[in-house]
C-alpha cells in the first residue's frame, strides 16, 4: 500500500506544470475568444431584432427620434448582454 502511495506522489511530481505567463497567455487568449464570439452574437441578435419588427429601428432612432423605440431597443440590448455574459462565465 506504502508502495503503491509513493508510486502515486512520484508520478505527480513529473506532471508538467505550467508558469505563470503560460498561463496569463492562456486565459488572455480565451477572453479574447469569448469576446469576439460574444460580439458575433450580439450583432446576429441587433440584426434579428431589425429583421422582425415590422419598421426600421434605424429609421424611428436616428431619423424620427422615436425615445420609446430608444428605451426599447437599449432594454433589449442589456438583456441579450447580459445574458452573453452570464453564458462566457458560464
Same mark, same amino acid.
Given at each position: @500500500? /506504502?508502495?503503491?502511495?509513493?508510486?502515486?506522489?512520484?508520478?505527480?511530481?513529473?506532471? *508538467?506544470? !505550467?508558469?505563470?505567463?503560460?498561463?496569463?497567455?492562456?486565459?488572455?487568449?480565451?477572453?479574447?475568444?469569448?469576446?469576439?464570439?460574444?460580439?458575433?452574437?450580439?450583432?446576429?441578435?441587433?440584426?434579428? @431584432?431589425?429583421?422582425?419588427? *415590422?419598421?426600421?429601428?434605424?429609421?424611428?432612432?436616428?431619423?424620427?427620434?422615436?425615445?420609446?423605440?430608444?428605451?426599447?431597443?437599449?432594454? /433589449?440590448?442589456?438583456?441579450? !448582454?447580459?445574458?452573453?455574459?452570464? !453564458?462566457?462565465?458560464?
Amino acid at each position: @500500500m /506504502i508502495d503503491h502511495l509513493r508510486g502515486l506522489a512520484q508520478a505527480t511530481e513529473t506532471l *508538467p506544470t !505550467s508558469t505563470g505567463l503560460e498561463l496569463l497567455l492562456q486565459h488572455l487568449v480565451a477572453a479574447c475568444v469569448f469576446s469576439v464570439v460574444g460580439i458575433v452574437v450580439f450583432l446576429g441578435c441587433l440584426v434579428l @431584432m431589425e429583421k422582425l419588427t *415590422p419598421f426600421s429601428i434605424l429609421h424611428e432612432i436616428g431619423e424620427e427620434h422615436n425615445l420609446a423605440v430608444s428605451i426599447v431597443v437599449a432594454a /433589449i440590448v442589456l438583456g441579450i !448582454s447580459i445574458i452573453i455574459a452570464a !453564458s462566457v462565465i458560464g
